[in-house]
């Protein structure tokens, strides 16, 4: 019979992590645990790391063993295993600063790892504790090793999905009015980078809806972790309130989970994308309002339904059609379908975003008819997990 176990080791990394490094291995390890129900904590410093993993001893066993074969790492040295009574971590976190005795509350108290309170000395007294301040205090540090090439293909153990490996680019909404940004928007990307439709062709059509509502999940994490302070944009697919009942619930817990307040989340829902209960789709969306949700209609002005959509629901937002957008300061009937739609959202206290604004004449145009959120190259590129802090705005 299985019990609950913790597992403790250190080891050497074979090549220096940068900050950017690290983030990326937090979201594989947290997301990788989860769905094992793996709890614990990682820390790195100095070229060190030291791993407590919490679970059931045979899942906990497993996970161990392939840890160890990676090949990122060297050196790696149990240090206890055994049966535990009850979990001492809510989370699954990383800390990477390189931790001192005097630095051991604050650093540690900023990383949410624990099942109650922020601070290293709320956690109960145990071996795991006990092991944690050994580790700030120099001890269970293995050398930088550096001998092995460590290969970009070597993940942290994955539990088998028949979801391909994937994390999010950022690409910053300005607010032309107050200069600043106004959100950020999640675009899924292959683990190394590779655009949507690259990743979207592997997922099957059965899958697809489940992989649209755990992915969210995930970039509300990321988004998290460095340091989200604005809204987050986030696409939806409206089908998935047919297919699973926590579609939109499962958004408003990561975001709570993750210390993200659910007015800060605006679900982008593509116009043209079917929708066979439309009446069940706005019920769904007016219930969940109520938790502080925003919603968008992307790509306006690309589909079928245009104003007509518009009489039967109002979104928060409106993301004008990059298609309306293009060359619009030279095309007379851009410009009046555009002028309709900015009074018919004005009278109806719907925003406005201009998205895919690729030039400055595009933007003069747009910005003196009075639209102030903005998306674009010429304003920022997407930036693979990382929330662009600068970007250009033309005066």
Not at 236 to 261: C, G, M, N, Q, W
Not at 271 to 278: I, M, P, S, Y
Not at 335 to 348: E, F, K, N, P
Not at 376 to 392: I, M, N, Q, S, V
Request: charged share 25%.
């Amino acid at each position: 019979m299985s019990q609950l176990i913790h597992l403790i080791y250190s080891s050497a990394a074979t090549r220096p992590f940068s900050r950017d490094d690290l983030t990326q291995l937090l979201v594989r390890s947290r997301r990788n645990n989860q769905r094992c129900e793996v709890t614990g904590m990682l820390l790195y410093a100095n070229g060190s790391f030291f791993q407590i993993l919490e679970g059931e001893s045979k899942t906990v066993d497993e996970l161990f063993g392939r840890i160890m074969k990676d090949e990122r790492h060297k050196q790696v040295t149990q240090i206890i295993r055994e049966p535990i009574a009850k979990r001492s971590f809510a989370d699954w976190t990383m800390g990477f600063a390189d931790i001192t005795p005097q630095e051991a509350d604050a650093i540690v108290g900023a990383n949410d790892f624990f099942g109650k309170g922020q601070s290293f000395t709320q956690l109960g007294q145990g071996r795991a504790k006990k092991l944690l301040a050994a580790f700030k205090q120099g001890r269970w540090r293995a050398k930088l090793s550096g001998t092995t090439p460590a290969t970009a293909e070597t993940a942290i153990p994955v539990q088998p999905t028949s979801c391909p490996e994937y994390s999010f680019a950022y690409q910053p909404i300005i607010d032309a009015r107050t200069r600043e940004v106004f959100s950020y928007e999640a675009l899924i990307r292959g683990r190394d980078g590779e655009p949507s439709a690259y990743l979207l062709r592997q997922v099957s059509t059965s899958d697809m809806h489940r992989f649209d509502e755990q992915s969210r999940t995930v970039a509300i994490e990321l988004a998290a972790r460095m340091g989200l302070s604005t809204h987050l944009n986030l696409n939806f697919l409206p089908l998935s309130l047919e297919s699973s009942p926590t579609a939109i619930t499962s958004i408003v817990s990561a975001a709570r989970r993750y210390d993200i307040r659910p007015e800060q989340v605006v679900l982008e829902i593509l116009e043209r994308e079917l929708v066979n209960d439309f009446d069940r789709f706005k019920a769904s969306v007016n219930k969940h309002r109520g938790s502080g949700l925003s919603f968008a209609i992307d790509d306006f002005g690309a589909g079928y339904a245009g104003l007509n959509l518009l009489a039967e629901f109002q979104p928060d937002y409106i993301k004008l059609d990059m298609h309306l957008v293009r060359n619009i300061e030279r095309s007379g009937p851009r410009q009046a379908i555009v002028r309709g739609i900015l009074r018919t959202c004005l009278d109806l206290g719907i925003d406005i975003i201009a998205e895919g604004v690729e030039t400055k004449e595009e933007y003069e145009w747009l910005r003196n008819e009075g639209i102030e959120l903005f998306q674009g190259w010429l304003f920022a590129k997407p930036a693979f997990e990382r929330l662009p802090r600068t970007f250009h705005l033309p005066h």
